[in-house]
C-alpha cells in the first residue's frame, strides 16, 4: 500500500475522523458537542443545512447504534423532498435551509428518539444563526413546518421498506458453502424494497471461484499471507475502515461528500439531491450484495483456512461479495459522476476501503472485486434515473 493510499485512509476525515472513532476498535475520543457553542456558531449559509445536519446525523451515529444505511438514504431524501417542497411553495417565502432543517430535526429524532432534546437545540441554533442577507425576509417556521411534513412523508414511506423481515434461512452442507455456527445471521437488507434497482438479483455478479480451484487456492494464499505477515499500516487500514464505512457508520465518504460539496459551492438542493442518491444508491447495492451472498452462501477465509487470524470477529454473513466493496463502490460511484475532477482520488478511497476486509482477514480478492462492480453499477442506474418518477415520497 502506498503512502498517498495510506494518507487517504488517515487524513480523508480531517475535521471528523477523530469524534467518529468507535472506541471499540479505535483511540478513545469523546464524541463533539453538537447542541454546543459550534453549533450555535455555524452560519448555516456558508456550509448549507444539508452540509450541517449531515454532520450531526454521523455524529450521531459514533454514540448510538443504528442502521446507517437506513439513515442515510431517508435523511437525504426528506432533505431533498423538503428542499423541493419550499422552491414550490409561494407562501411565506420558506427558506430552503429552514426546510431542510424541519426534515433533518424530524428525521433524526426517529433514529435518535432519546437525543431529541440535542436535536433540537441543534434546529433551534439554526433558526438563530446568522444568515445570508438575502433571507432577512423569510419566515423560518414556515420552512420548517414545510420540512417536517416532508419528513412525516418519508418516515410513513421508510417504515414499510422490509428491512429486516427477510430470513435467509440456513446455508447448504456441504465443501465450500459459509459454516454456520448456530447464532444469528446477519440479514442486512436482505428483501428490503430497492429505490432504483428493478430486482435485487438485477446485478448479481457471477458465481465465486470454485472451492478447491486453483483460482480459489490462490485468492486463499493470499488471505493467509497477509495474515501472517500483516503489517502496522494494513492493521490500521482495517481497523479505520471498519468503524467508518460498516453498517453503524458512513463517516468516511460523508466526510469526504461534505467536503467537496462546500468546496464546489454546491447549494442545499444540490446538495440534498447528492445526499440522496449516494444514500440510495449504497442501500440498493446493499439489498444486491445481500441476495448475492445468501444465493451463493459461499465460505469465509478463516473457515476455509483456520490458520488465518482476523482482526475483529468475522461478520455472521456469508463472504461472496464483500459489503463493504458494494457499499464503497456505489458511494464512490455517485461521487465520481457528480464530481469528475476527484475520481482519482475517490477510486482510491474505494479501493482502499475495499482492501480493508482483505487486510483484515474475513474476505478474499474476489469478493472485493465483485463487490466494488455491483455498486458502480447500482450508481450508474441511479445516476440515470429521473428523480422526479422514482416512486418514493
Request: aromatic share 8%; proline share 7%; charged share 15%.
Amino acid at each position: 500500500m502506498s503512502a498517498p493510499l495510506r494518507m487517504l485512509a488517515l487524513t480523508a476525515l480531517a475535521s471528523l475522523a477523530v469524534g467518529a472513532c468507535d472506541t471499540r476498535t479505535g483511540p478513545d475520543a469523546a464524541a463533539p458537542d453538537v447542541a454546543g457553542a459550534e453549533v450555535k456558531a455555524v452560519k448555516f449559509w456558508e456550509a448549507g443545512a444539508t452540509v450541517a445536519w449531515n454532520a450531526l446525523a454521523v455524529d450521531l451515529t459514533g454514540a448510538t447504534a443504528v442502521d446507517a444505511g437506513r439513515l442515510h438514504l431517508y435523511l437525504g431524501l426528506a432533505q431533498l423532498r423538503a428542499a423541493e417542497a419550499a422552491q414550490a411553495s409561494a407562501a411565506a417565502h420558506p427558506p430552503i435551509g429552514g426546510a431542510i432543517g424541519g426534515a433533518s430535526a424530524a428525521v433524526l429524532t426517529a433514529f435518535f428518539p432519546a437525543s431529541e432534546a440535542q436535536i433540537e437545540a441543534a434546529l433551534d441554533a439554526q433558526a438563530a444563526a446568522e444568515s445570508w442577507p438575502g433571507a432577512k425576509h423569510q419566515d423560518f417556521a414556515a420552512g420548517e413546518a414545510i420540512g417536517r411534513a416532508a419528513a412525516a412523508r418519508v418516515l410513513a414511506y421508510a417504515a414499510t421498506d422490509g428491512v429486516g423481515l427477510t430470513d435467509p434461512g440456513t446455508p447448504p452442507l456441504g465443501e465450500g458453502f459459509w459454516i454456520w455456527t448456530g447464532g444469528p445471521i446477519a440479514r442486512g437488507p436482505l428483501g428490503a424494497r430497492p429505490i432504483f434497482l428493478a430486482s435485487a438479483d438485477e446485478f448479481r455478479p457471477g458465481p465465486p471461484p470454485a472451492f478447491g480451484s486453483a483460482q480459489f487456492t490462490a485468492a486463499l494464499a493470499e488471505v493467509r499471507q497477509i495474515s501472517d505477515t500483516r503489517t502496522p499500516e494494513q492493521l490500521a487500514i482495517a481497523l479505520f475502515w471498519n468503524v467508518n464505512q460498516s453498517p453503524r457508520s458512513n463517516a468516511a465518504f460523508m466526510e469526504i461528500a461534505r467536503e467537496l460539496i462546500v468546496s464546489h459551492r454546491r447549494s442545499d438542493t444540490e446538495a440534498a439531491r447528492i445526499m440522496f442518491l449516494m444514500g440510495a444508491a449504497s442501500f440498493d447495492a446493499l439489498i444486491g450484495c445481500f441476495e448475492a451472498k445468501y444465493h451463493y452462501w459461499f465460505i469465509r477465509p478463516p473457515q476455509a483456512d483456520p490458520g488465518i487470524v482476523t482482526t475483529f470477529p468475522t461478520p455472521p454473513h456469508p463472504s461472496y461479495p464483500s459489503a463493504h466493496s458494494c457499499s464503497s463502490g456505489a458511494l464512490a460511484g455517485v461521487l465520481v459522476a457528480i464530481f469528475p475532477s476527484e475520481a482519482r482520488r475517490l477510486a482510491a478511497v474505494a479501493e482502499e476501503s475495499s482492501l480493508s476486509r482483505l487486510y483484515a482477514g474475513i474476505h478474499y480478492r474476489f469478493d472485493m472485486e465483485a463487490g466494488l462492480a455491483l455498486g458502480r453499477a447500482v450508481a450508474a442506474k441511479a445516476l440515470g434515473a429521473d428523480l422526479d418518477e422514482v416512486a418514493v415520497p
